[in-house]
């Protein structure tokens, strides 16, 4: 589905170590592969020194852990005292970076507005998909589980749809890269639409249900031409906590989400995507619209 990744860590969230899955991860369609990690020289507004010794530590350290690399495949390593974003810009428009994989804990909104986050400032500024993964997950996969995971990221996708626009966007996103690389290795989607009971009318209920049931139909004939196996579901209750039973009940690799954001102030305003984003274990595939 993406053939340019770009792997941010800070060898704080494990991610680096994916440096030495290489082959497993060209499994999935990708065939360049950047690896950042940034050394922060600012301190209250004002730069510092910069490490020269720190930085050529940190790459040297990124470049032992690539043990192989397959033909057509191509592994580059940057060390940046730049600013987390404006480094990540630049890679991406240098290298045509199409897929970011970063590291996230599991938090909650009130630590997210106190402390904020390197991955929360990146999905607002970027329009570049980001895969979001859970440090405690990644640093803990014995070398074969990681090796299965890595060759697997997006085999088994659950896409949540309740045709809003974040929804539509997201879908929109999704569409382009399965056609625009068919060595996607996603082999299938299975669509959910959570209807919740807020009808005080049972007969309201049953026509929301149905008219998610044959919008569903439609997306999966859509996308029956990209990925061989296409299932669809309704289900009724909290969005949220259908969305992770249904993840971990269909067996799940990844959730696919969405966030249609146009300004500060709607960023504001909680959303579905924001709770899976600080509670879901899963990975999840992200994409939002730079504010």
């Not at 490490?51 to 032992?64: C, G, I, N, V």
């Not at 859970?134 to 997006?154: A, F, K």
């Not at 196996?229 to 959730?255: M, Q, W, Y």
Request: include cysteine; hydrophobic fraction near 40%; charge should be negative.
């Amino acid at each position: 589905m993406f053939q340019h990744c770009l792997i941010c860590t800070d060898f704080e969230d494990g991610l680096q170590r994916f440096a030495s899955f290489v082959p497993d991860l060209s499994q999935t369609g990708i065939r360049k592969f950047i690896f950042l990690h940034t050394v922060s020289v600012w301190e209250d507004e004002r730069i510092a020194n910069i490490d020269s010794q720190k930085l050529e530590e940190a790459k040297t350290y990124l470049q032992s852990l690539v043990k192989e690399v397959p033909a057509g495949v191509e592994v580059k390593i940057e060390v940046s005292s730049l600013r987390y974003l404006d480094q990540i810009h630049q890679l991406i428009e240098a290298e045509a970076i199409d897929f970011i994989a970063v590291g996230m804990p599991v938090s909650s909104d009130l630590e997210n507005k106190l402390f904020g986050s390197h991955t929360l400032s990146l999905v607002k500024a970027t329009e570049v998909p980001v895969l979001i993964l859970r440090p405690q997950l990644i640093s803990t996969y014995t070398t074969e589980e990681l090796s299965l995971r890595c060759q697997h990221l997006w085999q088994h996708l659950l896409v949540p749809f309740d045709d809003s626009p974040a929804g539509r966007y997201m879908l929109d996103g999704l569409k382009q890269r399965l056609a625009a690389n068919p060595d996607h290795r996603v082999e299938s989607c299975h669509f959910l639409w959570v209807v919740e009971d807020a009808a005080r009318r049972p007969e309201i209920q049953t026509l929301r249900q149905s008219e998610a049931e044959t919008k569903l139909a439609a997306l999966q004939t859509e996308f029956s031409q990209w990925v061989p196996h296409c299932t669809s579901e309704v289900r009724s209750g909290n969005p949220l906590h259908e969305i992770l039973d249904t993840a971990f009940v269909k067996d799940i690799n990844a959730i696919a989400v969405g966030s249609f954001r146009k300004g500060l102030l709607d960023w504001a305003v909680p959303s579905v995507a924001d709770s899976i984003l600080n509670r879901s274990w899963f990975p999840l595939l992200f994409f939002s619209p730079k504010s």
